[in-house]
Nanobody
């Protein structure tokens, strides 16, 4: 059974930084991509960043140059370092892991962690 446990959200002022962590269990790491999505009130959930087992990354245009995704394969943990935060980054952030072998790919989600950027 795949489980994802997130931590690290909170309230931060504009220009500040936060680091999110997500520990996965029940996965076979090489066949699972990991990533972060976010959902702001009244908006659809959107991809923030993703990373494969080999370290290939993908970022939303809105966070390029400010956010960095990384992954510790030994710990099955993915991190999202968020710098230069803006009010528009305020959202619930969801950890995701995707089984790349199944057809269609199978997605699993964390419970979500709130990130609020406000002065």
């Amino acid at each position: 059974q795949v489980q994802l446990v997130e931590s690290g959200g909170g309230l931060v002022q504009p220009g500040g930084s936060l680091r999110l962590s997500c520990a996965a269990s029940g996965i076979i790491a090489p066949i699972y991509a990991m990533g972060w999505y976010r959902q702001a009130p009244g908006k659809q959930r959107e991809l923030v960043a993703s990373i494969t087992y080999s370290g290939r990354t993908n970022y939303a245009d809105s966070v390029k140059g400010r956010f960095t995704i990384s992954r510790d394969n030994a710990k099955n943990t993915v991190y999202l370092q968020m710098n230069s935060l803006k009010p528009e980054d305020t959202a619930v952030y969801y950890c995701n892991t995707r089984n790349l072998v199944t057809r269609p790919p199978a997605d699993y989600w964390g419970q979500g962690t709130q990130v609020t950027v406000s002065s």
